[in-house]
């Protein structure tokens, strides 16, 4: 959200930088707009995909660390015959 604040405000000095007869067309603002949402979507995709893959490796630890669970009936009648 910071973000898209941020490139809000440096379009709008950009513009009152650019003088009063200077317009964006409608074709380059939703560009603009379209360039914006996907920078946001992209980086909120990558943070979740990061953060489930520090998730599992942390899962995994734990995982690995306890103790290993008895045999099942089946895989310790296979181990007998």
Sequence with gaps: MAVLVLGLQAARLIAAQMGSRSYI?????????????AAVLGGLL?????FRHVLGRIVGVFRRSTPEASPS???????DG
């Design 73 to 79: 009936a089946e895989e310790a009648s296979r181990d």
């Design 46 to 50: 990558s943070a979740r995909l990061w």
């Design 25 to 37: 067309d409608p074709g380059s603002g939703s560009f603009a707009i379209q360039i914006i949402i």
